[in-house]
Protein backbone atom coordinates (compact mmCIF):
# COMPACT_ATOMS: atom_id res chain seq x y z
CA UNK A 1 0.00 0.00 0.00
CA UNK A 2 1.34 3.32 -0.77
CA UNK A 3 0.12 6.21 1.17
CA UNK A 4 0.40 9.96 0.15
CA UNK A 5 1.14 11.82 2.98
CA UNK A 6 0.52 15.90 2.96
CA UNK A 7 2.11 18.58 4.98
CA UNK A 8 2.02 22.36 4.72
CA UNK A 9 4.12 22.15 7.26
CA UNK A 10 7.03 20.09 5.64
CA UNK A 11 6.61 21.46 1.83
CA UNK A 12 8.57 24.33 0.25
CA UNK A 13 5.17 25.07 -2.38
CA UNK A 14 1.97 26.94 -1.58
CA UNK A 15 -1.57 25.15 -1.16
CA UNK A 16 -2.96 23.45 -4.09
CA UNK A 17 -6.00 26.18 -3.33
CA UNK A 18 -3.50 28.87 -4.95
CA UNK A 19 -2.10 27.41 -8.09
CA UNK A 20 -3.62 27.52 -10.71
CA UNK A 21 -6.37 25.86 -13.13
CA UNK A 22 -3.59 24.29 -15.23
CA UNK A 23 -1.33 23.40 -12.94
CA UNK A 24 -3.91 21.31 -10.78
CA UNK A 25 -5.05 19.96 -14.22
CA UNK A 26 -1.32 19.01 -14.86
CA UNK A 27 -1.62 17.31 -11.10
CA UNK A 28 -4.47 15.19 -11.39
CA UNK A 29 -3.57 14.06 -15.03
CA UNK A 30 -0.24 12.61 -14.05
CA UNK A 31 -2.37 11.22 -11.27
CA UNK A 32 -4.23 9.49 -13.90
CA UNK A 33 -1.79 8.59 -16.20
CA UNK A 34 0.31 7.04 -12.90
CA UNK A 35 -3.57 5.00 -12.58
CA UNK A 36 -3.71 4.20 -16.17
CA UNK A 37 0.36 2.71 -16.31
CA UNK A 38 -0.65 0.58 -13.30
CA UNK A 39 -4.03 -1.34 -14.42
CA UNK A 40 -1.67 -1.46 -17.87
CA UNK A 41 1.13 -3.56 -16.11
CA UNK A 42 -1.31 -5.65 -13.86
CA UNK A 43 -0.23 -3.88 -10.80
CA UNK A 44 -3.29 -2.11 -9.97
CA UNK A 45 -5.64 -3.07 -7.31
CA UNK A 46 -6.92 0.64 -5.97
CA UNK A 47 -6.74 3.67 -5.28
CA UNK A 48 -7.97 6.88 -4.70
CA UNK A 49 -7.18 10.56 -3.54
CA UNK A 50 -9.03 11.82 -0.12
CA UNK A 51 -10.28 14.96 1.10
CA UNK A 52 -8.18 16.73 3.26
CA UNK A 53 -8.67 16.85 7.82
CA UNK A 54 -11.56 19.72 7.28
CA UNK A 55 -13.87 16.97 5.89
CA UNK A 56 -12.95 13.93 8.06
CA UNK A 57 -14.41 12.46 10.84
CA UNK A 58 -13.76 10.29 13.77
CA UNK A 59 -16.15 7.11 14.65
CA UNK A 60 -15.88 5.68 17.63
CA UNK A 61 -18.46 2.98 18.84
CA UNK A 62 -20.44 4.39 21.88
CA UNK A 63 -23.30 2.86 23.88
CA UNK A 64 -24.85 0.06 22.36
CA UNK A 65 -22.76 0.36 19.46
CA UNK A 66 -24.31 3.47 18.07
CA UNK A 67 -21.77 6.27 16.52
CA UNK A 68 -20.56 8.62 18.31
CA UNK A 69 -18.74 11.33 15.39
CA UNK A 70 -16.78 14.39 16.29
CA UNK A 71 -14.27 16.46 13.93
CA UNK A 72 -10.81 14.91 15.61
CA UNK A 73 -8.60 15.11 17.75
CA UNK A 74 -6.50 13.10 14.41
CA UNK A 75 -2.94 11.73 15.71
CA UNK A 76 -0.84 14.87 16.72
CA UNK A 77 0.49 15.52 13.74
CA UNK A 78 0.70 18.16 10.84
CA UNK A 79 0.81 15.52 7.83
CA UNK A 80 -2.60 13.93 6.81
CA UNK A 81 -3.18 11.00 4.21
CA UNK A 82 -3.76 12.59 1.29
CA UNK A 83 -4.40 9.36 -0.81
CA UNK A 84 -3.66 6.04 -1.56
CA UNK A 85 -2.77 3.15 -4.26
CA UNK A 86 -2.94 -0.59 -3.52
CA UNK A 87 -0.68 -2.50 -6.28
CA UNK A 88 -0.25 -5.95 -6.11
CA UNK A 89 4.18 -5.75 -7.76
CA UNK A 90 6.26 -8.87 -8.16
CA UNK A 91 8.85 -7.49 -5.49
CA UNK A 92 9.05 -5.00 -2.50
CA UNK A 93 11.73 -2.71 -4.95
CA UNK A 94 8.90 -2.38 -7.41
CA UNK A 95 6.47 -0.88 -4.66
CA UNK A 96 9.14 1.43 -4.04
CA UNK A 97 10.12 2.36 -7.45
CA UNK A 98 6.36 2.69 -8.01
CA UNK A 99 6.09 5.25 -4.86
CA UNK A 100 9.36 7.47 -6.40
CA UNK A 101 7.00 7.63 -9.43
CA UNK A 102 4.04 9.15 -7.82
CA UNK A 103 6.24 11.54 -5.83
CA UNK A 104 6.87 13.78 -9.07
CA UNK A 105 3.59 14.46 -9.04
CA UNK A 106 3.68 18.12 -10.51
CA UNK A 107 3.37 20.98 -8.43
CA UNK A 108 3.27 25.09 -8.88
CA UNK A 109 5.31 25.67 -12.27
CA UNK A 110 4.99 22.19 -13.46
CA UNK A 111 7.91 21.36 -10.54
CA UNK A 112 7.79 17.81 -8.51
CA UNK A 113 6.26 18.47 -5.42
CA UNK A 114 8.69 15.02 -4.18
CA UNK A 115 5.82 14.51 -1.75
CA UNK A 116 6.10 11.79 0.96
CA UNK A 117 4.98 8.30 -0.12
CA UNK A 118 4.52 5.33 2.76
CA UNK A 119 5.51 1.87 1.28
CA UNK A 120 3.21 -0.54 3.39
CA UNK A 121 3.49 -4.13 2.73
CA UNK A 122 -0.69 -5.35 3.25
CA UNK A 123 -0.35 -8.32 6.04
CA UNK A 124 -2.35 -11.20 4.81
CA UNK A 125 -4.35 -13.52 7.11
CA UNK A 126 -2.87 -16.53 8.55
CA UNK A 127 -3.34 -20.16 7.01
CA UNK A 128 -5.94 -21.73 8.08
CA UNK A 129 -6.14 -25.49 9.05
CA UNK A 130 -7.81 -27.89 7.32
Known sequence: MLLMQFSAAGTDFPSIHTWTPEEIRAHIGFMGEVNAKLV?????????????????KIVRAGAGGAPVVTEGPFAETKEFLAGYWIVDTDTPERAVEIAAWVSTAPGPGGEPLNMPIEVHPVMSAPAQDG
Open 40 to 56: ADGEWVDGQGLAGPAQA
